[in-house]
């Protein structure tokens, strides 16, 4: 039983951080049920990228679109 946890331990340590989360979140206890349910976070995750395809009216690098041309200063109002 104490090699069990020492796997468990061992496929916890790495995973990335939210499949960690997630696991905990389900209170996984043993080995068998930790790798089913990040199955199903992977099966999740596909069905979900599935669905979003070519986005509407953005860029491919996800940071929008922005001005390139270099910023005029404003004119400024001494008095």
């Known amino acids: 039983m104490h090699g069990e946890q020492d796997s468990l331990f061992c496929f916890l340590d790495g995973l990335c951080g939210s499949a960690m989360m997630e696991l905990e979140r389900r209170r996984v206890q043993d080995i ?8 199903s976070l992977i099966e999740f995750k596909r ?16 940071g ?6 270099p ?5 400024s109002k001494d008095k």
């Open 47 to 62: 069905e979900s990228s599935k669905g979003q395809g070519k986005k509407i009216g953005g860029s491919d690098k996800g």
């Open 32 to 39: 068998i049920s930790a790798i089913a349910a990040v199955e």
């Open 64 to 69: 929008g679109d922005r001005d390139k041309s």
């Open 71 to 75: 910023k005029k200063d404003k004119p």
